[in-house]
């Protein structure tokens, strides 16, 4: 099992920036596909950028494309989530997701952090 834990959300301006990162323990993720999902109020999780243990096949939502960058630092067993242009709607809890496969589904990563709050002000 792969232990997650997010950090570096916040409050911020709309348009401003936010980095977050994923720190895990347990295993290392060189072996895992990792994730970025986000849940709103009332809405359903989704993903927001993705990448194979290889690094070879990314995903990124529509949503975001142009604005947020994942990166994953194996050294150092660590993902991070890079957030430029941030809009209101960017506003959820932002969650790490380590699975086996690369896929675009919750179901496709078993082990999850806790999340971190990212609110942004109009």
């Known amino acids: 099992q792969v232990f997650l834990e997010e950090s570096g959300g916040g409050l911020v301006q709309a348009g401003g920036s936010l980095r977050l990162s994923c720190a895990a323990s347990?295993?290392?993720?060189?072996?895992?596909?990792m994730g970025w999902f986000r849940q709103a109020p009332g809405k359903e999780r989704e993903l927001v950028a993705a990448?194979?243990?290889?690094?070879?096949?990314?995903f990124a939502a529509d949503s975001v494309k142009g604005r947020f960058t994942l990166s994953r630092d194996n050294a150092k067993n660590t993902v991070y989530l890079e957030m430029n242009g941030l809009k209101p709607e960017d506003t959820a809890i932002y969650y790490c997701?380590?699975?086996?496969?690369?896929?675009?589904?919750?179901?496709?990563?078993?082990?999850w952090g806790q999340g971190t709050q990212v609110t942004v002000s109009s």
């Open positions: 347990g295993r290392t993720i060189s072996n895992y596909a």
């Open positions: 997701a380590a699975g086996r496969g690369f896929g675009t589904t919750q179901a496709e990563y078993r082990d």
């Open positions: 990448v194979s243990w290889s690094g070879s096949r990314t």
